[in-house]
Nanobody, 122 residues
Framework: QVQLVESGGGLVQAGGSLRLSCAASGRTFSNDVMGWFRQAPGKEREFVSAITWSVGSTSYADSVKGRFAISRDNAKNTVYLQMNSLKPEDTAIYYC???????????????WGQGTQVTVSS
């Protein structure tokens, strides 16, 4: 059973930065994947970024490329999402998710964290 605990959300002004963390426990596969998704009020959940634990291959949504950076600390079993140049449209609940394959579809991730609120004021 994989458990994910997110932290690091908050309120920030446009142009500011935040770093989200997701601590994972119970992983059993070395080549698995951690993803970040977000859901804004009234909108569908959308893919943000993902990273493979083994070699650190990454994937980003076009809307965050060049502003967000995903990384992982294998020793701490923790994945980070560094968010820079934040915009009001980045406001959402951010979820980390655990999956077996690099994919942008939330349906392919079997475990989810509880979510952390990110609010960007204009």
């Amino acid at each position: 059973q994989v458990q994910l605990v997110e932290s690091g959300g908050g309120l920030v002004q446009a142009g500011g930065s935040l770093r989200l963390s997701c601590a994972a426990s119970g992983r059993t596969f070395s080549n698995d994947v951690m993803g970040w998704f977000r859901q804004a009020p009234g909108k569908e959940r959308e893919f943000v970024s993902a990273i493979t634990w083994s070699v650190g291959s990454t994937s980003y949504a076009d809307s965050v490329k060049g502003r967000f950076a995903i990384s992982r600390d294998n020793a701490k079993n923790t994945v980070y999402l560094q968010m820079n140049s934040l915009k009001p449209e980045d406001t959402a609940i951010y979820y980390c998710a655990y999956g077996r394959y690099m994919t942008t579809s939330g349906a392919d991730y079997g475990y989810w964290g509880q979510g952390t609120q990110v609010t960007v004021s204009s």
